[in-house]
């Protein structure tokens, strides 16, 4: 219901919309109306009330929709263009669409909301609206199907990199998860479309929290899911910018890597990965165990030292801490 009266706040224009009518609209009592509108403000959206008149939305505090944005995208490929949904299933589903339709190189797709946001496995990425980054971008890199895994440490890299320009120290949890202060706040999902053993193009999503307060997560993943918001409540930086940032990121890894492969992408990984020696518990396709990280091959594979002293190659996998 929250985001339904954001929604009617925002076509709603400069003027006012009354607890009454949003009351009838949505079916609940005025006083839920005023509790949601009071949650929305905590959000960072800027609502004026008053009285006798309603609810005015002053100001989109913080706009997701490139065309209330500052400027376009200042790069050359990525983000060039992006495709806006105030609401969507899936960017990943749009933007395999656009691929497939031949849209170029750097194209992105950004939502508001995703109403079936993926995670990897058949598993949910929860994206309500205002509060998150959730964009899925289409790289066409000439490469072997073996060295695609590779680009999802080129994106854990490049949205590290982005949370170190805002003054976040962020932390990389092999393969596809950046923590702040242990927490999740960004999950990367990499896709792609092969022919033969060549890649034909890769759909990279990525989700990051950045207004959510604790209380907002579902709380199943209330322990372990973060925001930029939780980190530093004062200066949460805007969606805008964290975007054209993470954009101009990912630019310049991509360039490192088409020129000069993967060793220089994987130092700057390496620079924000979990450390050497952080216990994990290991749950692959073949396997389930404990050990301690030993680091990345130079092919970007995960090395880990069981209880026995023997050194696993983990090619995929989900990995729990603290274990
Ligand atoms: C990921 O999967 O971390 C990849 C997430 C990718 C999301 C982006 S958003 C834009 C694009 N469009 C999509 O539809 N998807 C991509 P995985 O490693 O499987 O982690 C999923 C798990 O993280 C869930 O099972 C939850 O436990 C947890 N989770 C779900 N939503 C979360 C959130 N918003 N923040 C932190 N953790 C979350």
């Given amino acids: 219901v929250k985001d339904q009266i954001l929604k009617a706040l925002r076509e709603n224009n400069d003027g006012y919309l009354s607890g009454e009518k949003l009351a009838e609209r949505f079916r609940c009592s005025r006083m839920a109306i005023w509790k949601h509108i ?80 993926k995670g990897r496995l058949g598993r949910n990425w929860f994206s309500p609206a205002g509060v998150g980054l959730w964009t899925s971008i289409i790289l066409r890199p000439n490469l072997t199907l073996e060295a695609a895994p590779q680009i999802t440490l080129l994106i854990a890299a490049a949205v590290a990199r982005t949370l170190v320009m805002f003054g976040y120290d962020p932390k990389i949890k092999w393969p596809n998860d950046i923590l702040l202060a242990g927490r999740k706040v960004s999950g990367i999902l990499t896709e792609l479309q092969a022919d033969l053993d060549r890649v034909k193009y890769i759909i990279v999503g990525i989700g990051l929290n950045i207004h959510q307060r604790l209380q907002d997560f579902p709380e199943n993943i209330r322990d372990k899911a973060g925001s930029l918001y939780i980190i530093n409540p004062e200066q949460t930086p805007r969606r805008e910018l964290v975007f054209k940032t993470l954009c101009s990121q990912i630019e310049s890894l991509y360039h490192l890597y088409m020129e000069h492969g993967f060793l220089p992408i994987k130092a700057i990984w390496e620079s924000y990965s979990l450390p050497m020696g952080t216990r994990m518990k290991i749950t692959s396709l073949k396997k389930v165990f404990e050990g301690t990280s030993v680091g990345i091959t130079d092919q970007g594979v995960l090395l880990v030292k069981d209880e026995a002293g023997e050194i696993h190659q983990i090619h995929s996998a989900d990995i729990e801490l603290n274990a």
């Fill in 38 to 117: 009071d949650e929305l403000r905590n959000r960072g959206y800027r609502i004026e009330s008053v009285h006798r008149k309603g609810y005015r939305l002053v100001a989109d505090l913080d706009p997701i929709d490139p065309t209330q944005w500052s400027g376009p995208v200042d790069t050359k490929e990525i983000g060039r263009e992006v495709l806006f949904f105030p609401e969507i299933d899936s960017t990943q589903q749009m933007a395999h669409q656009l691929a497939r339709e031949g849209r170029p190189h750097g194209t992105a797709v950004l939502a508001e909301l995703q109403h079936g946001g």
